[in-house]
């Protein structure tokens, strides 16, 4: 069988829609960063392979899991990061949930409603952010903030991409309860243009999805190591104007990509931001204290 390298659709860090190892990472933790990133997309591209069957996407994916343990050495990928990880002390657990996920995505083709697709999201998502603060020794404190900008990140992917996943993959992100609701069959989503009821329901779904996104603005502040809360802020920033986007346009007819020079100028929004939380809570630190300490 191929090394599963050789499935990959050709899509690197640079075109994901967030930073990934971006410049503020401090150059020490790139390598595991993108160690973690080839070996998730190599995942997500057998998933997502349009010629595999669903026990050869399985059977792959079974693999890759055992080059993170050891058992094989068939996958580059599985290699590298199982290297990357045994030298920083880490564990392959949040690479292990993110194959649980692909699998899903082999075999689960319909969510039924919004806990069901955050349950979704517990594994294709957050374990991502989990593992970068892992890498940056942050506190699991931290992880609350985390889930909340993850899950936002996978859920307005999910609401750029539902007519193609839908076409290409009979995949259905929107909750089936939402659609119901709404009025809209699970079918308007290969239409070229939402109909009203699905614009409705997808509209609705990014407003939602902005409440959730909300939980993580206080995430920047939380982290230790000053690079990375730089990147979260940039990221927290990008994912707050998409879903602005989400919530006045039509996914199906209309751009809710961001592109470049507006990424360029959202990226030093958010450096700003970031830097001006921790400018502030070092002023604030000395009040806080206890009165004596």
Known sequence: MKDANELRSGKGHRDENFPVASWLIHPRHRKVVLAFYNFVRTADDIADHAELRPGEKLNL????DGGLTGANREDVAAVQLRAALAERGLLPKHAQDLLAAFKLDVTKLRYRDWDDLISYCSLSA???????????????????????LCAALQIINHLQDCRNDYLNLNRVYVPLNALAASGAAVEALGEPQASPALLACLHCLAERTERLLSKSDVFSGLIGDWRLALEVSVVNTLAHRLT???????????????RPPAVAALTIVGVLRGA??????RLLAPLQKPRGA
Do not use: I
């Open 126 to 148: 957050m374990p991502v952010g989990r593992f970068v603060l892992d890498v940056h020794g942050e506190s699991h404190a931290t992880w609350p903030a985390n889930d909340a």
């Open 61 to 64: 994916l079974a693999r890759l």
């Open 244 to 258: 602005r986007l989400l919530r006045a346009r039509d996914p199906l007819r209309d751009r809710v990509h961001l």
């Open 276 to 281: 001006s939380r921790r400018a502030g809570r």
